[in-house]
């Protein structure tokens, strides 16, 4: 059975919005991780068959394929073509799925998956409104679709929305997603101060540490804060920041590490994607993880390790209720709600913090989900060689 491989992986630091990282343009933030990268696993840049790339927002200085961009910026040989996926918050953890399928399917032998996204540079849902205002469109991509109205009439496409139904739908308080957050950013605090993330993380100028973790924050800092939804639970506490960042990993077939004298770190031993209601939207890790552990043939308890995207607490909240996952195995160097949520890298980004914190601790199996546009859900277990 042919087999992919994960080699190397390499994330920046993440910035917070307007940050140290605000300024530099999406291309070159995508190029300090690929030079790095390739430089890491001693690997010669032209056998690379395909760079895949998520991005949001690919407008402006994320437009014309943002992939194919970061390599050329970065110096590297003209003959890899790269390619931008867009799966909404999970594009580059689909990046990595495209790597891997295409060095599981024996068409590719060496493939770079990552992704980048700078949100102080371009903000969230920008192209979309870039795009429509010259169209007269006010209204968001729905609004016109007969076939969408028919089947879901004119309820709003909101996330915050999205993370209100959960949250009373699962009986999660206010309370209980601040006492989630504060969790997150204690965690985040500590991996900082443990050195936890010096390994997978590349410094970009005077930015050399995640800029997300409060330190200060508590409980009731939080809750002075209003909600997003008038008469909601959700507030910014609550919720992933806005960032800027990237990250890429290498995926290598078992030729290619013979060929090339690669050392496999991990390897890909499932990857599937899910949907569910796009109404409410932040669902789908629940029934995608459900889906991923019945085709791996793997209980909850053989995982060593989970991250889950922390869009809202809610949707965290939710996932644990519904699985059972002890949360002493989640997100246990803190999550979006700390380290901040750079859209279109958050997937790859997550993948490399699992990848290290399976080599620190000794684990076996880690598992990453996270919801994304359109009610959608990717998930991936990986497996410490």
């Not at 791996?296 to 809202?312: C, K, R, T, W, Y």
């Not at 002890?326 to 859209?343: E, F, R, T």
Request: proline residues 5%.
């Amino acid at each position: 059975m042919a087999e992919a491989y994960i080699v190397e992986a390499v994330r920046t630091p993440v910035g917070r919005r307007g940050g140290g990282l605000g300024g530099v343009h999406p291309a070159d933030l995508g190029a300090h991780v690929l030079k790095a990268l390739v430089a890491r696993a001693g690997v010669d840049p032209a056998a690379v068959e395909d760079v895949v790339f998520g991005c949001l927002d690919t407008v402006g200085p994320q437009a014309g394929d943002i992939a194919r961009t970061s390599w050329l910026a970065a110096g590297l040989p003209e003959e890899v073509p790269g390619t931008t996926v867009d799966r909404q918050c999970g594009s580059s953890q689909q990046a990595v799925h495209f790597a891997a399928q295409a060095v599981l399917s024996g068409t590719q032998d060496l493939v770079v998956a990552g992704g980048v996204q700078n949100m102080t540079m371009v903000p969230i849902a920008f192209a979309s409104r870039q795009a429509a205002v010259p169209l007269g469109l006010t209204e968001g991509p729905f609004a016109g679709s007969e076939g969408w109205r028919a089947r879901y009439g004119n309820r709003p496409v909101n996330q915050f929305a999205g993370a209100e139904m959960i949250a009373a739908k699962w009986g999660i308080s206010r309370r209980d997603q601040e006492e989630y957050a504060l969790r997150s950013h204690r965690r985040a605090v500590r991996a900082v101060d443990e050195g936890r993330f010096e390994r997978e993380t590349v410094p970009y100028g005077e930015v050399t540490v995640d800029e997300g973790p409060r330190r200060d924050t508590t409980l009731e800092k939080m809750a002075a804060l209003k909600p997003v939804i008038d008469g909601g639970t959700v507030t910014a506490a609550c919720s992933s920041q806005v960032s800027d960042g990237a990250a890429a990993l290498l995926l290598a077939s078992e030729r290619a590490v013979e060929e090339h004298g690669l050392t496999p770190r991990a390897r890909v031993h499932h990857l599937s994607v899910r949907g569910e209601d796009p109404i409410r939207m932040l669902t789908a890790p629940i029934p995608a993880t459900a889906y991923a552990l019945k085709k791996a043939g793997l209980s909850l308890d053989a995982i060593d390790l989970v991250e889950i995207n922390e869009a809202f607490a809610p949707v965290v909240l939710a996932w644990l209720k519904e699985t059972g996952a002890d949360p002493d195995k989640v997100n246990v160097n803190g999550g979006a709600i700390a380290l901040g949520h750079p859209l279109g890298a958050t997937g790859a980004k997550l993948m490399t913090t699992l990848l290290h914190e399976l080599e620190r601790t000794g684990g076996r199996y880690g598992l990453q989900t996270m919801c994304e546009g359109g009610g959608q859900a990717n998930v991936t277990i990986i497996e410490r060689v």
